[in-house]
């Protein structure tokens, strides 16, 4: 299985600060990654597919790079509705694999 | 808009099997994967499996053995069966659907917290 790493664990902002999260792959994946949004007691939310491609209705401050082995997650401006924690999954391989999860909270 | 919907017992004694089932509306069942993925409480998401519509299944090989994913077209529901749980099996369930451009999944339910306890 391609085992998948996150930095931070956690990270405390404020509104309108920027955020980068960063996700490792333990094996290429080239552009085959996702990063999810969940809010406590809901279920993940798909944001961007194929490491940088938003999805519909997902605002723009959120965006994703990277390839390979290394991967980014920014939000540019961080709203209050951003306060939930972010997963990247590897969508290369059987099985899919996702994180640990990365919490942003309130500063 | 595709809605999913979980259904299944919360608690499940250890050593038995745990049976979910996901209902789908407001889209076609047809033509994609159905997935289910498990969540335990504070960790990350786990895939467990899904299933094609027309039937062919594929399962995580950490879980392949315990692990059957079968589908009802003519109710567009679809199905998970755990066998010998553990408490280890403990978590919140989802259903998802697999999108059309690969291994990752657009729509899901709210997901159902099945615990096992005796």
């Known amino acids: 299985d391609i085992q998948m790493t996150q930095s931070p664990s956690s990270v405390s902002a404020s509104v309108g600060d920027r955020v980068t999260i960063t996700c490792r792959a333990s094996q290429g994946i080239s552009s085959w990654l996702a990063w999810y949004q969940q809010k406590p007691g809901k279920a993940p939310k798909l944001l961007i597919s194929?490491?940088?491609s938003l999805q519909s209705g997902v605002p723009s401050r959120f965006s994703g790079s990277g390839s390979g082995t290394e991967f980014t997650l920014t939000i540019s401006s961080l709203q209050p509705d951003d306060f939930a924690t972010y997963y990247c999954q590897q969508a290369n391989s059987l099985p899919p694999t996702f994180g640990p999860g990365t919490k942003v909270d309130f500063k | 808009q595709v809605q999913l919907q979980e259904s299944g017992p919360g608690l499940v004694k250890p050593s038995e099997t745990l049976s979910l089932t996901c209902s789908v509306s407001g889209g076609s069942i047809s033509n994609y994967f159905w997935s289910w993925i498990r969540q335990p409480p504070g960790k990350g998401p786990e895939w467990i499996g899904y299933i094609y519509y027309g039937g062919s299944a594929n399962y995580n090989p950490s879980l392949k053995s315990r692990v059957t994913i079968s589908a009802d077209t003519s109710k567009k529901q679809f199905s998970l069966k755990l066998t010998s749980v553990t408490a280890a099996d403990t978590a919140v369930y989802y259903c998802a659907r697999r999108a059309v451009a690969g291994n990752i999944f657009d729509y899901w339910g709210q997901g159902t917290l099945v615990t096992v306890s005796s």
């Open positions: 194929a490491a940088s």
